[in-house]
């Protein structure tokens, strides 16, 4: 075995080990479903937003945690990023000095060192990865709004995906498919979101007037 892989084995770093295994899994899942239409951070935490009155401790460590207000999905790999790097690093200096950490202490130190650093990454993710639909508006405010193809082309059949801006500047990322009469809409072109069923959001291509619009509030 390699001396990367007794390092990735060695006992006292195995929970950092898993935690990184998971947190490539998971960012090796989204991408992949990412890129046929789908997502899985659509479906999961859709029911986990917590309400800013809420006043018991956990919500309020959720809250000052996640600054960003970025997805559940993402927040959780987050997480088990910087978890993971900051137990290797703390059990690496360990054994430059000739010594190691309990795997528990060590387990502990990370995770409680990784908070505030986890609160700093996420605010700046959240410049570059749209926020949440349920942090500010709800989905059926997106519907008579225009949106720029993300991943396509939309078609009838599995959904694809398109950006959009909220009333309040912030951007995300949806689900859609064209409607049952309409042509496939390219990556790029922007489209109009005119119904949303179970699935995903139905679109037609975008009057120009509304593009217009889109064009100049987006400059803004």
Avoid: C
């Amino acid at each position: 075995m390699s001396a990367v892989g007794d390092i990735l084995l060695a006992s006292d770093v195995r929970p950092f080990a898993v935690a990184a295994a998971i947190m490539v899994a998971l960012g090796g899942i989204e991408l992949l479903t990412t890129m046929i239409g789908l997502s899985i951070s659509e479906f999961i935490g859709k029911d986990f937003a917590v309400e800013a009155e809420s006043h018991n401790a956990l919500s309020g460590l959720f809250l000052w945690i996640n600054a960003g207000r970025l997805p559940l999905l993402i927040l959780i790999i987050l997480i088990l990023g910087v978890f993971s790097i900051g137990g290797f690093l703390l059990q690496g200096l360990a054994h430059a000095v000739g010594t190691a950490i309990p795997v528990s202490i060590a387990a502990l130190a990370a995770a409680a060192g990784s908070i505030p650093l986890i609160r700093n990454a996420s605010r700046g993710l959240a410049r570059i990865i749209p926020r949440d639909e349920s942090y500010a508006v709800s989905e059926s405010d997106f519907v008579g709004q225009v949106a720029t193809v993300s991943v396509g082309p939309l078609d009838q059949g599995l959904p694809g995906r398109v950006r959009l801006k909220d009333v309040f500047g912030n951007w995300h990322t949806v689900s859609a498919r064209a409607s049952h009469d309409s042509e496939a809409l390219p990556v790029g072109a922007s489209v109009l979101l005119v119904d949303r069923d179970a699935k995903s959001f139905i679109a037609i291509t975008a009057p120009a007037d509304l593009i217009e619009q889109q064009q100049s509030s987006n400059r803004a």
